[in-house]
């Protein structure tokens, strides 16, 4: 890492505890995790976010503000001067001896944050504090060092950003439950002939929260070959569950010209390379997370990261559940769609590692996944690894214009609101695939953390849009 | 820029056309802008989206599809695979002899993108097929770029990306239009004592749309000390001018124990980042902007990337004014907001360049701007470009928690759902500052468009959220 020139006259801690060599005057700025008062010495452990770890800061009887700034409380907030030089203390190499002390806010016995360490679900109670615990810090630093990654990969591959709308009057999956979005009156809306009168609301038709950029992201794609969105997305389901939130981020590339096997190439890549660069890159913070988050953290990253991606067909998948010498909860049918235990198992016992199960009957699958010459299924892939289960869900888009429209009559779905999505089959279509990647559950897997209201800054679940 | 490998088996026009010596066997795959059949020859203008410009596919009478290939439309698919070589035409480095062309989608006469140039209002209606576009080519490449390098300058200077939530029950501005979001029954909504009951709503409160992720931005602050925020936001303001959309993305910095001065400096250094890389980066596409667009754009934008900032007071600028020997059509008065026409006068006749205004009357600002120590003005900041008027808002946060609360109740603001946001002030508060950016107005100013509309790749609009 390079230095960093920051706008507000300090260094930022991450970067003087990775010096080489003493430094005579320097100002650091951040939070004390502890005030440490001894007989003649008194110790802050600071912290600014630019990293875990803690900068000792010395503090001498003689400074002038000794008496209040040796009383501090846990998260006090101080600008300190001083010289970086040798630490004599052990596990650490650089303490700050200080000669300036400005006290910048102070906290009182209601802080929530004191020393000891506190549930995560405590935390999410004050989600506006915990960006300071270092659990968090970690999961939010690795999180911002991720989003680069994303950009950064497609930018290196050729692929360009594409930021598809928010606001919709279209239901990509045709059957997603999403948020209206909406400026009527809800107490007297307008109303013609007894019904609301949505030609009067905001966008003069019935609008909603995006669930996904795929279809427009098609658009793009047979503009600029290779596309990507990275962007919120949204579900209204009344699910309280761990892996869950109403309010997601989701990466969807797109490929012109790509067929499913373009597609699981590229999702390995993917995936490869944003393993490899969160352990290059958050090498500390990762150490933190398989400490005190997922034990074997570590271990599971860098075997993913040189891992062979395996490829079964559906069809095959269900072969060897069937074989399986041990019960499932959910019984394995062929022609239905593969429950959380039946991926874990595959990917967890049979194989180990990474795995693509292809080929999905057409019956379970969304209406623009391209039919196979089977009739039965279609070019489906689902990337499954240990411990998460998919991670990934993608498909070779149907290109052919007869079979979509077929396909959108046997769906129900209406294609007229559809036409400029059928259009792009009509001029200049090609084959074309993508994929999803939920950004909070790449998060999961990357961090160790659980539940998705942990990996997201502030979270939104039913009943709750705090902070 | 070094090659690509894409996983479809072409190579990127843009980087055959900057090829330094033949090359024997290649693919590459896109649409065909032009198609010209002479009489023993026929030549396809192929574009990739990659860059705006189009290689010449040359195409031998004995290919064995010939015949339907030379009679292709504009807009059809092919793969050609075969020979570049040096070309004989004025004007091109290099071309193609094909081999081998696949056809893998065709148009027809209802194809609405042919040769001839077409109006920004057209292509808007078409806004599916537009970014086959050259000028939205263009326009949309820039875009791509720019993202990439707000998330590389703000990595390099150290600041951590943060995803503050789309769906709020807090309104930033305390004033501003918002979207209401709900998955309650528009026609029957439940009602406790006649009123409608939002404690039943997904989030059991009154929910609508961000306008702003700076307040979740600033609790992230004091824990990382430098943050910035990317993501859409919305006004439900029912103005159709050519400046404001109902969905945009905004850029938020944020940094704990920056004043004013620091803040202008961020903001400096991030325009001239960003107009500096574009300039680096997608030279081909402005210089196409510079061309059809807006005449003078490279030299406006070479001009900005070596300025001087300027910076006067409001209430120095307001004298300006008084003293302009031109009339307005809006009065100067301190007290009130600058009109686009001051703020135009200021940028471009004045100083001629970019110009911060400081240091505005607190009555015409937001509550959470700190109040300066003439208690008239608070520590806010407006950069004003030429051609443009403002682009930049910012402003130093109040951290004193009595200033604050005092600001808010003379404001009519409740505290008690801002509770999260005083926290901050009340625990290791620091003073800090930071300014949001218009994405769309910043490319607006970068390659010259008019419209909002025709920046955003699907723009919602009042009556508008088609595709």
Redesign the interface.
């Known amino acids: 890492m ?1 230095d ?7 260094t ?1 801690i ?1 970067q003087l505890l990775a010096a080489v060599a003493p430094l005579t005057e320097l100002t650091v ?4 995790r502890t005030v440490r008062r001894g007989k003649d010495v008194a110790f802050i452990a600071l912290n ?3 990293c875990c770890a803690t900068l000792q800061i010395v503090l001498d009887p003689k400074l002038p503000n000794y008496e209040e700034v040796s009383r501090l409380g846990t ?3 101080v ?1 300190v001067t001083g010289a970086l030089v040798a630490s004599p203390a052990a596990g650490q190499q650089w303490e700050l001896q200080a000669t300036l002390v400005a006290i ?5 016995e ?2 929530p944050l004191q020393k000891k360490r506190h549930s995560f679900e405590f935390m999410r109670e004050i989600a ?2 915990r ?2 615990a270092n659990a968090f ?1 970690a999961v ?2 690795i ?2 060092a991720l ?2 990654a994303v ?2 990969f497609f ?4 692929f ?11 239901d990509c999956e045709g059957a997603g ?1 999403m ?6 009156d ?2 007297q ?1 307008p109303r013609v002939a007894g ?2 009168d949505y030609r009067r609301d ?4 019935r ?1 909603g ?1 995006t669930v996904s950029g795929q279809l ?1 992201g098609e ?2 794609a ?5 596309i990507y969105t990275f ?2 997305t ?1 579900r ?1 389901e ?1 699910s309280n569950t761990s892996r869950h939130a ?2 997601f ?1 989701m990466i969807e590339p797109e ?4 067929d499913l096997a ?2 699981c ?2 999702a390995e ?1 993917f995936l490869r390379y944003l393993v490899t660069f969160a352990l290059n890159e958050c090498s500390e913070d990762l150490a933190f997370c398989n400490e005190r988050i997922e034990t074997g953290l570590l271990a599971k990253l860098e075997a993913l990261a040189q891992a062979t991606f395996e490829t079964i067909s559906y069809t095959e998948a269900v072969k060897l559940l069937e074989k399986a010498d041990r019960p499932f909860e959910f019984p394995v049918v062929w022609g239905r769609d593969l429950q959380s235990e039946h991926e874990r198992y595959l990917t967890e016992e049979v194989f180990n590692g990474p795995l693509f199960v292809t080929d999905y009957p057409q019956e379970i699958k969304a209406f623009y996944m391209r039919r196979n010459d089977d009739d039965r299924t279609v070019a489906a892939m689902d990337l499954l690894v240990p411990r998460v289960g998919e991670l990934i869900g993608g498909s070779q888009r149907e ?1 052919r214009l007869d079979v979509l429209d077929e396909r959108m009559r046997t769906c129900g779905i209406d294609p007229a609101p559809l036409n ?2 059928r ?9 074309h695939a993508g994929f999803g990647l939920g950004f909070e559950r790449l998060l999961m897997y990357v961090t160790g953390m659980e539940n998705i209201r942990d990996v ?3 979270p ?1 679940t ?6």
Chains 1, 2 share one sequence.
């Open positions: 390079t960093v020139i920051t706008f507000t006259g300090r930022p991450k700025k951040g939070w004390a600014d976010g630019s998260g006090a907030c600008a910048l806010g102070t906290t009182d209601d802080y506006h504090l960006p300071r810090g939010f630093r999180r911002s989003a680069f950009h950064q930018r290196e591959h050729g360009m950003y594409v930021q598809t709308p928010i606001i919709t009057a279209s439950e948020f209206r979005v909406t400026t009527l809800a107490e809306p019904q609301i905001f966008f003069a038709e609008t929260l427009e658009l793009f047979t503009a600029f070959s290779d962007g919120p949204f209204a009344n109403a309010e981020w490929m012109a010209f790509a373009a597609d190439q590229l890549a290109e400029w999505y259009d792009i089959r009509r001029w200049g279509g090609c084959p997201i800054p502030f939104r039913p009943g709750n849009a705090r902070f």
